[in-house]
C-alpha cells in the first residue's frame, strides 16, 4: 500500500558508529520531517525539508544529518556526535507547507511506522 | 520551552463512558491545532483538527472544541472503546511559522 515507510523497524549500533535511518515516501508530498520521541514524551523536530535539496534544522539538529536529493527520500544519519542516540525516531511527510497552501492549508503530516534506535 | 502542553498524563475511562482529553497553549498566535492518536511501537495518526477561526469541529466519534479566551483545546472521544487505548498529542501551528508543535501526550487508559 502507498504512504511512508521507515526502515529497518528495529537498529542496533555500538557507541560511536554512524547510522543512517532510511524514509521513503509515495505520496508526492513536498515537506518531510524527522522527530524523536523518547519513552513517556512528545515529539521533538530534527530537522525538516519542505522542497528537494533544501532543509532546516529543528529544535534538535544536533549530532544529526539529513540529505534531500530526492523529493520521495529523506534519510537521517545519526552521527557518533548525537550524545544519547537512543530513541524512536519517526519521519512524516506532509502535501505542502502549510503556510503556502493560505488560510485553509492544513498542517496534517503523515507519519511512517518509526525505527527504534538502540546504541550501546 | 514548549507552548503546547497538557493537564494529565494518563486518563483511565470506562469502556463505553465519553473521553475528554485536555490541552492548554500559552501563543495567542497559533492559528491551526491537530490532534493525533498514536498506538503503542506506531507512528501518529491524525484525528482532526481545527482552525482558530472555529471553536468546534466534529468527526466519527470525535469532536475537537476550541476555547481562544482561555487558550484551550479538548478532544472528545464518544462511547470509548477498547481500540481507543493509544497516547492522544495535540499538536500547533503558530500563525507564520513553518512546522507544528507538539505536546508531551495523554495516555488514555480503557477500563473493562
Known amino acids: 500500500d502507498g504512504g511512508i515507510t521507515q526502515s529497518p523497524k528495529y537498529l542496533f549500533r555500538k557507541e560511536g558508529q554512524n547510522v543512517t535511518l532510511s524514509c521513503e515516501q509515495n505520496?508526492?508530498?513536498?515537506?518531510m520531517y524527522w522527530y524523536r520521541q523518547d519513552p513517556g514524551q512528545g515529539l521533538r523536530l530534527i530537522y525538516y525539508?519542505?522542497?528537494?535539496?533544501?532543509?532546516q534544522k529543528g529544535d534538535i539538529a544536533e549530532g544529526y544529518s539529513v540529505s534531500r536529493e530526492k523529493k520521495e527520500s529523506f534519510p537521517l544519519t545519526v552521527t557518533s556526535a548525537q550524545k544519547n542516540p537512543t530513541a524512536f525516531y519517526l519521519c512524516?511527510?506532509?502535501?505542502?507547507?502549510?503556510?503556502?497552501?493560505?488560510?485553509?492549508?492544513?498542517?496534517?503530516?503523515?507519519f511512517g511506522p518509526g525505527t527504534r534506535l538502540t546504541v550501546t | 520551552g514548549e507552548s503546547v502542553g497538557l493537564h494529565l498524563p494518563t486518563l483511565s475511562v470506562q469502556e463505553g463512558d465519553n473521553s475528554i482529553i485536555n490541552c492548554a497553549y500559552s501563543?495567542?498566535?497559533?492559528?491551526?491545532f491537530i490532534w493525533y492518536k498514536q498506538e503503542s511501537g506506531k507512528g501518529p495518526q491524525f484525528i482532526i483538527d481545527?482552525?482558530?477561526?472555529?471553536d468546534k469541529r466534529q468527526g466519527q466519534r470525535v469532536t475537537v472544541l476550541l476555547n481562544k479566551t482561555v487558550k484551550h483545546l479538548s478532544l472528545q472521544i464518544a462511547a470509548t472503546q477498547p481500540g481507543d487505548s493509544a497516547v492522544y498529542f495535540c499538536?500547533?501551528?503558530?500563525?507564520?511559522?513553518?512546522?507544528?508543535?507538539f505536546g508531551k501526550g495523554t495516555r488514555l487508559h480503557i477500563l473493562p
Open positions: 512524516a511527510s506532509s502535501p505542502k507547507p502549510g503556510l503556502a497552501g493560505g488560510p485553509t492549508a492544513s498542517w496534517e503530516q503523515y
Open positions: 501563543n495567542s498566535a497559533s492559528d491551526y
Open positions: 505520496l508526492n508530498h513536498d515537506a
Open positions: 499538536a500547533e501551528n503558530i500563525l507564520g511559522g513553518d512546522k507544528i508543535i
Open positions: 481545527i482552525r482558530s477561526n472555529m
Open positions: 525539508s519542505q522542497i528537494v535539496n533544501d532543509f
